[in-house]
Structure formats: structure tokens, C-alpha cells
């Protein structure tokens, strides 16, 4: 596909809201934002598999339509998913500013750990509360729903537990935090200002955790499928089940690849791709 085709090409809604199965309202309000976001979360899954094939995805929005929403049988990880989601919100007429975050779950200095997660800030017309909104991020602390931008209150989001809080920093932004509520009680997932980001941007920081050696995302499989009942995570050959009633939590290892393949095909919704090697 040439370049001009790429910049041309127009984003449709439609085949978007077919692939997620959302058939509510197209209003842009909160209860859109909550609906699209979750029906997003639990119709496309978060996967790593080209960064373990040595290849950074493409972030062009053509590309991410034929993969994520006309592909059907892949998924993709945080710069891919929010920039689709981006592009959904603005088509319904939602203002959205796309953020970086340092992902921060058990790091002890939050300045440790650098900027390789894309959220998203949305704003619905008319709705003087800005929304944090993100379907990219490949934990089970992860938001099930957008949520208001408003320190030290908590939301339940489809069963989930957050809440956002400032913490002391140096510079002239405040830092905002996400923490979500666990059995050992709040954990912080990640850190965030309000800066912009740009296009260009995330090209850097995608193909850096796609292709640098001792990024966790080239070393081994990292795929999640939320449904109604349950959080599916694979990592490397370990798969956890995490029941939504109950919080019981279920682990299996996988032997081989062939394993894999059909674990990643009958539970997770995708076929991975042809060659490569999942386990390692």
C-alpha cells in the first residue's frame, strides 16, 4: 500500500464498533465512553507477537485496522490498542490528548522506570470532567472503564477497584498516579503527567520495547483476554486464570509450542503467527 493511501484511507466506525460488538449509543458522553472502552477490552486482545518476532507492529492507522479490527484474530499491545481507541473517540467527537506513563507495579522509585506506556486523556464535549481512558494496559490492575480525572477518589469500574492520586515530584507538572485495589490492598500501576504526546513519539518508544533485547515483550509471550467471567493471562509458558465472582485464581505451565499455538487459538482468539517460536 503506498504512502498516500496510507494518509487517505478514512477511519470507519462502523467495521470498528462490528468488531467490538458494541451496538449502544454514539453519543459522545461518559456512558459511551464506558461502553465502547469495555466492550474494546473484552473483543480484542493485548499480545505481543510480533515484538517476540523481532519486528515493531506498525502504528499506521490503516495498518492497525486491517490487524485489530478486520484481522480478527490478533491482537496487539498498548501503542496499537489506544491509538485505535484514539481514533474511535475522536470519530464520535471526543477530544482526546494521548499520554506516556511509566508503568511502576512494584518498582520502588518511580523515576526508575521510563516512559513506555500510552494512555489516553479524553474529553466529551459539554462534560467539564476530563476522563483517563486506556485499553492498552496489559495487567489485571488494568481500567475496565474510563475514569474522571479526580485525585483521591474511588471508582468502581465493571467490578474493578481505582483510584488516582498525586505524588511529589520535581518540575512543573503534577503527577498522577493509578493505583488499583488488590488483596494486598492499593498498588500503583502507573505514573503519568498531562504532557502531550505525539505520533512520532510513539514510534520511538514502540519500536525501543519491540525490538530492544531486554525488553520483557522480545524475550517471551505476554498475551491477555478479558471476557465477562474471567482475566486469561500467558506469560511465557505459564497460563493464570483469574475468576471475576470470586478472584480464585487457577495456573497451568505449557509444554511446547505446539501447546501454545492451540492454548493461544481455543482460549485467547488468536493464531499466532506462522515460524514463530512462542516458547523459549
Known sequence: MSD???????????AYFER??????????????????????????FENLDALGGRAPSLDLCD????????????GYCYEHNTLFAAALEALGVRVTRLTARVVVGADRFEDRPRTH???????????????????????????????????????DAGRRHRLVHTPRR?????????????????????????????????????????????????????QRLTPDAHLLLDGDRVTVTRTDDRTV????????????????????IDAPEGLTLLR
Open 4 to 14: 498516500s493511501a496510507r494518509t487517505t484511507t478514512p477511519f470507519s466506525l462502523d
Open 20 to 45: 467490538i460488538g458494541w451496538a449502544g449509543g454514539r453519543r459522545p458522553d461518559a456512558d459511551t465512553l464506558r461502553g465502547v472502552q469495555l466492550a474494546h477490552l473484552r473483543a480484542i486482545p
Open 64 to 75: 492497525l485496522t486491517a490487524k485489530l479490527v478486520h484481522g480478527r484474530r490478533r491482537g
Open 118 to 156: 500510552m494512555a489516553l486523556l479524553a474529553e466529551p464535549p459539554g462534560d467539564p470532567r476530563p476522563y483517563l481512558a486506556d485499553v492498552g494496559f496489559g495487567a489485571i490492575g488494568s481500567l475496565l472503564e474510563p475514569v474522571p480525572l479526580t485525585a483521591d477518589t474511588e471508582f468502581h
Open 171 to 223: 518540575g512543573p507538572l503534577e503527577t498522577w498516579v493509578l493505583q488499583a485495589h488488590g488483596a494486598g490492598g492499593w498498588q500503583a500501576q502507573y505514573a503519568f503527567t498531562l504532557e502531550p504526546f505525539e505520533p512520532s513519539d510513539y514510534e520511538v518508544i514502540n519500536w525501543h520495547i519491540a525490538t530492544n533485547p531486554r525488553s520483557p515483550f522480545a524475550r517471551r509471550p505476554y498475551v
Open 250 to 269: 487457577t495456573e497451568r505451565r505449557l509444554s511446547d509450542d505446539r501447546q501454545a499455538r492451540r492454548v493461544l487459538a481455543e482460549e485467547f482468539g
